[in-house]
């Protein structure tokens, strides 16, 4: 049972390890959900299975196990699980739902922010507003109940010749159409919860870019076109924030990647790349729901034994008696496989 | 002559329009406009789109000529746009955007990076010249 809880674990780890290629190996509206769905499921295996760890030591505890109605001693038996080891699952549960916590509530406000700063913006037309900036910028934010908004500063639009403004809007109203920003959330809430899986979230992130790009290409019928818009816009952004010749180095750049997919052909889907990303969601998700079960039936027994044992002893009416029995029969089945499996 | 191009989803003629007309420094008449958009929209459809947008109260419009020349409002809505646009562009510092809610066009550059965008929009700047005027080139 032990080994069976580290798999959701090798499972971060080697989505960690082939986050990269997979996404490179999938095309973008493919990788986007399929990265992001393996992060949650992965991210809510870990969590569960290092809750259920610290459960099954914190049960051991006379107070709680008085409180839940099963006899400590027979737990302790059953579990091989070290003390140490359950304690430091609970803690590292704690500070990952934590984390998750912080981000969620970062996220809320942000939205929050975002819509407040939209209702007093007039707009220009459905989702794109401009702002009087002469400093070139341009992105996308969702707005909680109104769709969302693309803003654009005029400096980025005076920028951009005709051909490539059009694919800059087109690329930012992909991102709202598409509710880009939805998987980036959910992926990076995954990573939140489960600092393993960063580098599938920095995946999805980069994958909704070139997602983005690809449709923009599709409206404005050139790629190239959108390398350019490209090329420009974080040319001239990246400018003034550059004193004296030096720049911060920065780790992740996503541009070069950008321009790379939209000057070749996209990938071929090839089914091997997203069925190993299918596969690691499915094999965390199987072995955290089959070690939640399992915990619950011994828990379930536990509670069964002792209030068999409590019956027992107060001598009470013979059919409740035999009616606990086939109980406990009905369910010592499936326990000894569990058993078997440590 | 066809309205828009199939690849123009809904919405996107009136969001290039408005685009060009921040974009420029003057008003711009429907013919101007029509020509800077530069796919071969038909006049009409590009009266249809302004004339819309000046209806929504998106764009403000003068006598010019015999007709109109638009361009985007100017006054106290632009002042507090500017500040509501300095809130929001807070939102993108380093450091505020940590939820990462902001989709951003462009991303942080590394040196090598730059080299192959500059040679990129060389590149394509040559192409054009060479199009437009194969004697200057």
New interface residues.
Partial sequence: MIALGLVPFACSLLLALTATPLSRRLSPPVAAPLLTLTALATSLATGLVLSLAGFMVLARLPLVAALGGWPDDRLRAWTQLPAAVGVAAAGLAAVLLASALVYLARVGWDLTRAHRACRQLPRASDQLMITPEEHPTAFTLPVPLRGGAIVVSTGMLRLLPADERRALLAHESAHLRRYHTGYVLLASLAAAANPLLRPAARQVRLAVELWADQLAAREVGDGLVVARALARASLAASRPSQPGGFRLAVAESDVSARVHALTTLPPRFRPWAAASALGLAVASSAIAITLTFAVHSRIEFAQLVSARTVAARQHSASPERSVVRVAAHHHSTPLRDHFSLR | MAAA?P???R??L???V???L??A?RPLSPGEVRA????QLAYTTVMTTLSR?HA?G?ISRQPAGRGYAYE?PDGP??A???M??????R??DAGE??????????????????E???N??AS?DREATQGEDPDQA
Avoid at chain 2, 84 to 89: E, G, K, P, Q, V
Avoid at chain 2, 97 to 114: K, Q, Y
């Fill in positions: 191009p690849g123009r989803p919405g996107a009136e969001r290039d408005l685009a060009c921040a974009a420094r800077e958009l530069g796919d947008l929504k998106a985007l809505g632009a507090q746009s500017s509501t646009a300095h809130r929001m562009l939102l993108l955007d940590r939820a990462g809610v902001l989709s951003r066009f462009v991303a942080d550059l590394r040196p090598e990076d730059e192959l965008l500059t990129l929009l394509a």
